[in-house]
């Protein structure tokens, strides 16, 4: 069932674990992550990122996301990730979907809230849930950026975050703690105790954890004990489909036709696979 951010981030906050949120930039990813949730029967974000505009259109894959969303069993919220402009963030909003997410991380302190704070007025129109971010994750979400990459990384101020929560009315806060969108180059060292105070500031709003993928899973439960309710995970997952369409293609003889058709249940497969194990994580089960 089509569900907001809001009402999957109260089961969160309940059950004291986080929702996975996973990027559905095609259609093996989307039946792969439905698949997850209904067998393991969790609550679960499917997610669409402004940035994957070049793979397939919001437009295209959008109206898909919610009408897959509406047929499942368990609560699913069909969210924008990183909305870089109130115009794409309005056209997520027209499509259906049940949160966005404001990504001004890289403006001015006041330019970000003002925008968040136009952000909120427009998904109140439609019962929509919001996601902002204060601090920097370094990489954007493509996983592109300078070599290294952490160099503009910028942890949360908690008082900031304080402050940005209660000005802007903001549902969940993507705070930056330490993590990294893409593959990590180095072992991630994170700072719990950012999560811990913008939590105790804020009268405990649900904290999102961006760069997910590829972080231990003793980092994960502390992460959640901290407060984290919400984990964003994609390049593990996309990185699974394109191992077993690798392997698939290995296992053909020479002479056996390829079909595009088996390449691509291979990675459905494969990717349902590895998000069933984040999700259980996240679920601390
Ligand atoms: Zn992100």
Redesign the pocket.
């Known amino acids: 069932m089509l569900v907001t951010l809001n009402e999957v981030m109260k089961i969160a906050e309940e059950k004291k674990i986080a929702v996975g949120s996973f990027n559905t930039p095609n259609l093996e990813s989307l039946q792969a992550v439905i698949g997850a949730a209904e067998e393991l029967n969790l609550p679960v974000i499917i997610q669409f990122a402004q940035c994957h505009e070049p793979w397939i259109p919001l437009d295209l894959i959008g109206p898909i996301m919610v009408e897959a969303a509406k047929k499942t069993s368990v609560p699913v919220c069909v969210h924008l ?2 909305g870089e402009t109130l115009e794409y963030l309005e056209k997520a909003l027209e499509i259906g979907f049940t949160g966005i997410m404001y990504d001004g991380s890289i403006l001015p302190y006041e330019e970000n809230l003002q925008n968040t704070k136009k952000a909120v007025a427009m998904a109140a129109k439609t019962g929509a849930s919001v996601e902002a971010e204060l601090g920097s ?1 370094g990489k954007r ?1 493509s996983g592109s950026g300078e070599a290294g990459g952490d160099d503009t990384k910028i942890y949360t101020d908690p008082g900031q975050a304080k402050e940005f929560v209660e000005a802007s009315g903001i549902d969940a806060l ?1 705070c930056s703690f330490g993590t990294t ?1 893409g593959i990590y180059l180095t072992t991630p060292k994170l700072d719990f105790e950012v999560v811990k105070k913008v939590r105790d500031l804020t009268g405990n709003i649900p904290v999102v954890m ?2 997910g993928s590829g972080v231990s899973r003793e980092d994960y439960h502390k992460a959640i004990q901290a407060g984290v309710r919400k984990i ?1 995970y994609f390049t593990y997952m996309d990185k699974s489909g394109g191992n077993a369409a690798a392997e698939y293609l290995k296992s053909l003889n020479t002479e056996e036709p390829v079909f595009f058709s088996s390449i691509s249940m291979a990675a459905r497969d494969a990717m349902k696979e590895n998000v069933k194990a984040a999700m259980k994580m996240f679920a601390l089960e």
């Open positions: 990730d990183h994750m979400e993507a969108h961006h760069g964003n």
